[in-house]
Nanobody
Framework: QVQLVESGGGLVQAGGSLRLSCVAS????????MGWFRRAPGKEREFVAG????????ASADSVKGRFTISRDNAKNTVYLQMNSLKLEDTAVYYC???????????????WGQGTQVTVSS
């Protein structure tokens, strides 16, 4: 069992930056691939970025490539999402998730956090 708690969301102007954190409970964090997803109002949940258990492999959605960076610190049981050059369309609730089955959009994400709100204003 893994429990995930996201933080770092907030209100930011377009063009600004935020860093999201997701802290996992338990001693098995380093065995999970991790992903970030988001759900915008009125839209389906979508994959944002993923990272392998070692941190070597990463994946990201085309909409965030070059702007968002996923990373992890296994010693701190934490995965991060650095978000730069934020756009209005990045407004969403952001969720982290843990997977034993890959780190892309089709990974088998078994555990989810409660989410953190990111609002980008003009």
């Amino acid at each position: 069992q893994v429990q995930l708690v996201e933080s770092g969301g907030g209100l930011v102007q377009a063009g600004g930056s935020l860093r999201l954190s997701c802290v996992a409970s338990g001693r098995t964090f380093s065995t999970y691939a991790m992903g970030w997803f988001r759900r915008a109002p009125g839209k389906e949940r979508e994959f944002v970025a993923g990272i392998s258990w070692s941190g070597v492999g990463t994946a990201s959605a085309d909409s965030v490539k070059g702007r968002f960076t996923i990373s992890r610190d296994n010693a701190k049981n934490t995965v991060y999402l650095q978000m730069n050059s934020l756009k209005l369309e990045d407004t969403a609730v952001y969720y982290c998730a843990a997977s034993h089955g890959g780190w892309g959009p089709s990974g088998k994400y078994d555990y989810w956090g409660q989410g953190t709100q990111v609002t980008v204003s003009s």
